[in-house]
């Protein structure tokens, strides 16, 4: 028992001795801190501790500039794809116009073999329809390889507005032109009939095209004078259609106000805006003949129409159109005064009779307060108070000689709302 108590005291002892030590070591460790941070281990005052809130401030400088630049980079990134968005949309658009031309093309070829492949009976009363929309052409580019990727470029959905210009018309071409960029019409082609055309086109950032020599049309078109160079145009024509292209032929001497290709019905061969001034003229009308010494058969039923102008017309990449074409190149290199506006309707109006087969073309009359010439717009529109209201598609200004003075009044008056710009000259070409 005794040996247990001693033992038992004896680690009572050296226990004790090692507290004693552990506070001894605590006191000096103090003492030693009290020395060297008089002002508190974690004081703000402490020269130590200035180096990292520095450090930090510094960081959160370097943050904020990083997500500044973040902030930047996200927003060109949504403006880069709400661009990419608008040209997706454009090209959805454009993919079902295709379609919808497409499928048109398939059902019309359908209507077409049923027509043409076997008799077969007509329908009810009123059901029947005949074929109004000829079939293009297989598009042959072997025609014009050059000219083949000039278009392939510059017209949509197969079709563009293109006019025939030489030097001479220059002033009215810069006119035309720039109203067609103010409309945002991209697909259009200026035929330049001389090297000054060419540098003039290049110039002002216009689509050219210049046809390979060719003594028989180069010769008119660097000299010849308005009614010349239009004659040109029913050959030059003619490639762009075996091409398989539609063509919107426009003289130079119109001012585009809209676009037109949103106002044509393509379900003709030749869609041609008219020298009528009413819907009578326009449109066609009976006109009745009087003749007294016919007696009770005095008066005679006669059908009119003013002519289609020949300097604005839209042409399908059909056989009859081609055929059109060639039957008025044809007669203008062989008749020697034959005025170009009258072949061309002579061609699409007058019916086969004995010693003459006709053409068989479809064609369609543009609404003439679209599609309007200037005797409408001179002599009846800018004196009716709504007809004025209304904006044509194109304004042509083929009934007035001094046709560049009435272009310039009619961008004042329609694209910069100028309202008296259209009154100081005279209906007709008369000036008091």
Known sequence: MAVGRREKSS??????????????????VGCVFAFLFPNGFFSSNQPTQIRPLSKSNL???SSSCESTEKINRLKSDIMSLSDKNVELKRQVRELNEKLRLAEQGKDHAR????????PHKAGPFGTVKALRTNPTVTPDETVNPRLAKILADVAIRKELIVAVANSNVKPMLEVWFTNIKKVGIPNYLVVA??????DFCKSNDVPFYKRDPDEAIDSVGKTGGNHAVSGLKFRILREFLQLGYSVLFSDVDIVFLQNPFDHLYRDSDVESMSDGHNNMTAYGFNDVFDEPAMGWARYAHTMRI??????????????????????????????ANAWDQAVYNEELFFPSHPGYVGLHAAKRTMDFYLFMNSKVLFKTV???????????????VNYHPDKLLRMKAVVEFYVNGKQDALDPFPDGSEWQ
């Open 59 to 61: 960081e959160v400088d």
């Open 193 to 198: 009939l001389d090297d000054a055309i060419v």
């Open 306 to 335: 003013w002519v289609y102008n020949s300097g604005f017309f839209y042409i399908r990449p059909t056989i009859p159109s081609i055929e059109l074409l060639d039957r008025i190149a044809g007669r203008l290199a062989r008749e």
């Open 11 to 28: 680690q009572f002892s050296t226990r004790g001795s090692r507290i004693a030590a552990a506070i001894g070591i605590g006191i000096v």
């Open 382 to 396: 800018r004196k009716d108070a709504n007809l004025k209201k209304l904006k044509p598609v194109i304004v042509h």
């Open 111 to 118: 209507d077409q073999f049923m027509v043409l492949s076997e």
